[in-house]
């Protein structure tokens, strides 16, 4: 009995490895089509997220994410789509949003559902993670209707771009924690293999530059989360769909309070993160 208990082991050891690992990887393969990007610059003109003084979250992210938007519409291995501009979302994401309201609760119910029933059979373990704070009712329905038009419209990646902060006494009180954190999805979530390594690529270049986070909880800079919707929280992004959420450094860090420093550093990380994605789909 143990003899063939063995030999069945010895069988599917191999079975399993090669099913788990995808036939091409992103990184050696040559895409025909290019490759499908969608920036979400974090947070919007109506809850702009974190705040130092008088710097908003929501305007860093946008000039951030724009900027690595130009950088990878040079390059015509890539289609780059972005979900607003200076004047908010943009037409396509503002339609998307207002037309199909009904069915992203109905995506985010399902998805809802079919999770908690793995959790119910042990299919899917939650875990406690860092605390992030839970989003609006409209929120939800923005970043659940971005991962449904990300499904729709077969997207290869999708980056969403943040500035961090924890609770300080005021909004002019600096913080004592310093540094970025790629976020990517947990292990068990379908996309979380090509995602993880799409991470890796985007640290390796910010940690030319940067230091990561100081903040216990985000130490060593790539942090898998389960509950976070932008990386496809209850399974709602496509298994091919690689998906990272970059905090980029704390908001009242140094280098962002004055105009000048803080132009520079966008300039660089928008630099550094254009080579990291380039770099996972075409290799180095
Ligand atoms: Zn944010």
Redesign the pocket.
């Known amino acids: 009995m143990k003899k063939i208990l063995f030999i069945l082991i010895a069988f599917l050891i191999p079975v399993f490895f090669t099913q788990a690992v995808s036939p091409v990887s992103k990184s050696t393969s040559k895409p025909v089509e290019p490759i499908r990007i969608l920036l979400v610059p ?2 919007d003109n109506e809850v702009w ?2 705040q130092y003084g008088n710097i908003k ?1 929501a305007n860093m ?1 946008l000039v951030l994410a724009t900027q690595v938007y130009n950088l990878l519409k040079k390059d015509k291995r890539f289609e780059v789509y972005i979900t607003r501009d200076s004047s908010g979302y943009t037409k396509e994401f503002a339609d998307y949003f207002s037309q199909h309201k009904e069915d992203i609760i109905s995506f985010r119910q399902n998805a809802k559902q079919e999770m908690q029933a793995k959790v119910a059979t042990g299919s899917f373990v939650q875990k406690e993670t860092v605390i992030h704070n839970s989003v609006t009712k409209d929120t939800s329905i923005v970043l659940y209707g971005i991962n449904k038009w990300v499904d729709e419209n077969k997207m290869d990646a999708v980056i969403h771009f ?4 924890y609770p300080r006494p005021t909004k002019w009180k600096i913080g004592e924690y310093k540094g970025f954190t790629i976020y990517m999805p947990d292990g068990q979530l379908a996309n979380s293999k090509e995602s993880s390594k799409l991470a890796g690529s985007i640290f390796s270049q910010l940690h030319k530059k940067y230091q990561s986070s100081t903040l216990p909880e985000e130490i060593g800079g790539m942090v898998p989360d389960q509950k976070l919707i932008a990386l496809g929280a209850n399974d709602t992004l496509n298994p091919d769909t690689s998906s990272v959420l970059v ?1 980029y450094g704390y908001i009242y860090e140094k280098m962002f309070r004055k105009s000048s420093t803080r132009h520079q550093a966008y300039k660089t990380m928008a630099g550094l993160t254009t080579k990291g994605i380039t770099n996972y789909f075409f290799g180095k």
Do not use: P, S
């Open positions: 974090g947070h997220g974190a979250e992210t943040h500035f961090n902060d905090e």
